[in-house]
């Protein structure tokens, strides 16, 4: 069934193609052989005037008319050069079938004048039926057939009746008359032949390039990062997705050291050693954790590498979360059973620090018992909201007139040394978000950036920059304040899971903003203040794009 329906196409293809050029126009390959249909007429019409000019024709030929035979050749050759001058490319077969019927009718003129089918007239008869049959199809070329035999029956009969010792000519006449269409018909099969096997070759080529054109597609809309490189490890193809990972573009043709130097080292090692798996690395800073994978390319003499680059970011980041959630359940599961103890020991350390008995040292240590306590309860908190999150309910949010209110609530209920500045730039800016969750995300950065302000400065401040992208077009709000900043090298961990600096951190605050933004299709991003400080950046979905 496959075979035949791919054959069935190319048979109707084919069958087009070749109507198409018999009725409207003549193609590249009959203008090949036309070409050389002109130069097989010149080279007989120059033959025939280099005999008749020698003399060598009454030798050779014998003519019956040698007058005749001499204008007639002369005039074979002249027609042909002006032929071959005027109709260099022919452009339709009307102009083929006419040459080949004049060619036919003067080539009988010339079997007649040299005395029929002695004189082998007759066999350039043949040549040129059959040549004008690669060229013409069907009837058409039949005709062409009929002619020539019709002129040489014809023209042998009458030359019998002008000299009675032609008559012994019919059966050679009657032979050349079939030999001239079965020239033809084998030709047009062979001619249909080649025809559907050039058709075919075409259409496999343009299958062919089709495939190729979708492989390349295909490739580089890849979010694996494939790269290919010679022995003397340069990089001979890169699609979008490796330049996307490594943070480089044009790398084809680039050698891959002062690109890569962690994916040379991993080459080198994976080279030392095929059956270890080689180590993940970074490309650059805040880049995705990329893992590799080689494999052997043979392309003939040489053998080149095929690289693969897989970002293992998002799977890293769904196994935290897979643990968090086992550890949100299983923090449920016991958290009754450690809030009563945690709570009896905070309320007897109350009691004991309230004792006016108790010396200093003693209260001290009642009181670190009683911090710890609350940082413990906190964090036994911050895991069950990870466990109870619910589903996020995105609401259609006029940005700027949330803000406003959100920055007075916040505002009315703040100390006398925090300040929080609010800016907005544009006209209205919307998008579809969990008011409640943004509450609680903005509340976590704001609060963060009032503490770590006023650690360095006797006010605290935060500001509120909300702004359209001129890129993305997306709504963007930045908080920002002037604290110490969060140094470099800490920079990529700051959204981690219980990644804190702080003693009395948990480290789960920017790590549940994260997540509070990425389920409402938003984003939330550090980046450096100029001024100094730090500026957290979300970035939200458009209004009409969040499902």
């Not at 906190?378 to 309910?393: A, G, M, P, T």
Request: glycine share 6%.
């Amino acid at each position: 069934m496959t075979a035949g329906t791919a054959v069935r196409p190319t048979s109707n293809r084919t069958r087009a193609l070749v109507s198409a050029e018999s009725l409207n126009g003549v193609g590249p390959q009959a203008r090949r052989i036309f070409r050389l249909y002109n130069l097989y007429r010149l080279s007989i019409g120059l033959l025939l005037v280099l005999l008749i000019s020698s003399e060598l024709d009454d030798q050779l030929l014998n003519p019956v008319n040698a007058d005749l035979f001499r204008k007639g050749s002369w005039f074979y050759l002249i027609l042909n050069v002006l032929v071959a001058t005027l109709v260099a490319q022919p452009r339709r077969m009307v102009q083929i079938f006419s040459l080949a019927l004049v060619d036919v009718l003067l080539l009988s003129g010339l079997f007649f004048a040299a005395g029929g089918t002695p004189s082998g007239i007759g066999n350039l008869l043949i040549v040129s039926v059959a040549i004008s049959n690669s060229l013409l199809r069907g009837r058409i070329g039949l005709l062409v057939a009929a002619v020539a035999a019709i002129g040489l029956i014809y023209l042998t009969f009458y030359l019998s009746l002008i000299y009675p010792q032609v008559s012994s000519q019919f059966v050679q006449a009657g032979a050349l008359g079939a030999l001239c269409f079965a020239a033809a018909l084998f030709v047009q099969a062979a001619s249909k032949r080649l025809q559907r096997s050039e058709s075919l070759a075409e259409q496999r080529a343009e299958d062919v390039a089709n495939l190729e054109a979708l492989n390349a597609q295909i490739l580089e809309r890849m979010r694996t990062g494939i790269l290919v490189l010679d022995p003397l490890h340069r990089i001979l193809l890169a699609n979008q997705g490796a330049q996307t990972l490594l943070g480089k573009e044009g790398l084809a043709g680039k050698p891959l050291a002062p690109q890569c130097p962690e994916l040379l080292h991993c080459y080198e090692q994976w080279v030392s050693n095929p059956t270890l798996r080689p180590p993940s690395f970074q490309a650059f800073t805040d880049g995705p954790t990329l893992q590799p994978s080689f494999v052997p390319l043979p392309q003939g003499r040489q053998e080149n590498i095929l690289v693969f680059l897989d970002d293992i970011s998002q799977v890293a980041q769904q196994a935290q979360q897979l643990k968090l959630a086992s550890l949100g359940r299983l923090t449920a599961g016991i958290a009754h059973e450690i809030r009563n103890p945690l709570g009896a020991i905070s309320h007897a350390a109350q009691l004991l620090h309230e004792s006016e008995d108790l010396p200093g040292p003693d209260r001290r240590l009642a009181q670190i018992i009683q911090d710890h306590s609350r940082r413990m309860n906190l964090v036994i908190e911050n895991v069950l909201q990870l466990s109870r999150r619910r589903q996020s309910d995105p609401q259609l949010l006029d940005l700027k007139y949330w803000l406003t209110r959100f920055a007075s609530e916040f505002r009315s209920s703040a100390s006398a040394n925090q300040t929080l500045h609010l800016a907005s730039i544009g006209s209205t800016l919307q998008t579809r978000m969990d008011p409640h969750q943004l509450t609680q995300v903005l509340t976590n950065l704001v609060e963060n950036g009032l503490r770590y302000s006023a650690q360095k400065h006797t006010q605290g401040q935060v500001w509120l920059k909300l702004f359209r992208d001129p890129e993305s077009d997306l709504p963007v709000l930045e908080v920002e304040d002037d604290g110490e900043g969060v140094p470099e090298e800490h920079r990529p961990h700051i959204f981690e899971p219980f990644y804190t600096t702080e003693n009395k951190g948990t480290g789960l605050g920017l790590y549940i903003s994260r997540e509070l933004c990425e389920s409402n299709q938003a984003r939330l991003d550090y980046k450096p203040r100029e001024q100094g400080g730090s500026c957290f950046r979300i970035t939200f979905a458009h209004p009409r794009k969040l499902s």
